[in-house]
């Protein structure tokens, strides 16, 4: 079987493409002013889980700048968060809902999670699909 070194995938438009951009924008700019401005002045006493989530979500803010110069390249970190947002509305949010057991806490998270629904609509699913799921792997060795 031969795997083209150049494989073709679905196009893209452009309006999709600066959509994905200015998210990108967004997520750098909202959650990086509010994440790192609480690493760099918050208390040093943060539980450990708290100053865990805040690296992470800091470091996704700073690579959510190269998905502003390099929205396709970088469309695994937004399928990253659109998944992590997804598994927590899904399993946490939405069991807790039912349950009737619903916090201030959770209101304020599900807030900042219900924008993903715009990641929805303007991923290129056709393209995440051909180059994601139908292209053959990559071999786990070189041919010979």
């Known amino acids: 079987m031969h ?11 452009p309006w999709r493409i600066h959509c994905i951009r200015l998210l990108f ?5 909202f959650m990086g002013y509010f994440v790192w401005y609480n690493l760099l002045f918050a208390s040093a006493d943060v539980p450990v889980p708290q100053g865990l989530s805040r690296s992470m979500l800091g470091a996704l803010a700073l690579l959510s700048l190269l998905g502003v110069r390099y929205p396709i390249q970088m469309l695994p970190l ?25 916090t201030p806490d959770m209101q304020s998270l599900f807030e900042d ?14 393209y995440v699909w051909a180059r994601y799921i139908v292209q053959p792997m990559e071999p786990f060795r070189p041919r010979s």
């Open 3 to 13: 795997n083209d070194p150049h494989p073709t995938f679905p196009p893209i438009a």
């Open 25 to 29: 924008a967004l997520m750098a700019c």
């Open 78 to 102: 937004m399928l990253y968060e659109v998944t992590w947002k997804t598994v927590w509305l899904l399993v946490i949010a939405l069991r807790a809902w039912l349950a009737g057991k619903w």
């Open 113 to 126: 999670c219900i924008g993903i629904v715009l990641a929805y609509i303007f991923m290129p699913w056709r």
